[in-house]
């Protein structure tokens, strides 16, 4: 069956300290793969996507950036956080016309 | 360009009522249309979609959605509400499913 991990679930980290989140997929080939950030519980905005292997796509610059390694794997970094980065972070795939599959999300807190 | 508008921020219904949440889209082509419902500190959880075919789509958890080409809607509803219907919905548009527009969320609130 297909399933998405995203890891880890909550993470405390001070202004300036680097960042990697990650998202693996299982049971498919070639997905589509997003990063979204949701700030304040509303609001979804697109960070990156990826369509294949070492392609990226930024839709916001910041101070972020993302990385994929491997087909299903999808890494969300940072070389020094910043308060304004915190929040909520989503990893989503998707094959066909089946819309998005996200992961269960990352709380960020920068302190 | 592909846009979603959920003109609610916030609905509140009584337990037992009929809910309707709101979305209205544009895209150029025929649309692939999405309603994602989120709890507290969780992922988004599909509910229905529409692609082709009947206009009103039967979904998760009793929620249905009809397709109005003319007006450019989606609108999600339910006969019956719960209280644990209560959480965030999200409406998601696509000229094709690998690309997906959110709207900007709606919180239900289902009162008992």
């Known amino acids: 069956s297909q399933t998405i991990h995203q890891w880890p679930a909550t993470l405390v980290q001070p202004v300036g300290s680097p960042l990697s989140l990650e998202c693996t997929v299982e049971?498919?080939?070639?997905?589509?793969l997003y990063w979204y950030r949701q700030a304040a519980g509303r609001g979804l905005q697109l960070l990156f996507y990826s369509v294949g292997i070492g392609q990226i796509s930024s839709e916001v610059p910041q101070n972020l950036s993302a990385s994929r390694p491997q087909d299903r794997q999808f890494i969300l970094s940072s070389k020094k956080l910043l308060l304004s980065d915190s929040g909520f972070y989503l990893c989503a795939w998707t094959v066909g016309d089946y819309g998005y599959t996200f992961g269960s999300g990352t709380r960020l807190t920068v302190v | 360009a592909q846009s979603v508008a959920q003109p609610e921020d916030q609905v509140n219904v009584a337990e037992g009522n009929p809910l309707t949440v709101k979305c209205t889209y544009s895209?150029?082509?025929?649309?692939?249309l999405f309603w994602y419902v989120q709890y507290p500190n969780r992922g988004l959880q599909f509910l229905l979609k529409?692609?082709?075919?009947?206009?009103l789509v039967k979904g998760s958890y009793g929620f249905e959605a009809e397709f109005n080409k003319s007006q450019t809607s989606f609108h999600l509803k339910k006969p019956s509400a719960l209280v644990s219907d209560s959480a965030l919905y999200f409406c998601a548009v696509s000229g094709s499913a690998r690309q997906l527009t959110f709207g900007s969320g709606t919180q239900l609130t289902v009162l008992p």
């Open positions: 049971g498919t080939s070639n997905p589509n």
């Open positions: 529409y692609i082709t075919g009947d206009n």
């Open positions: 895209v150029s082509g025929n649309p692939y």
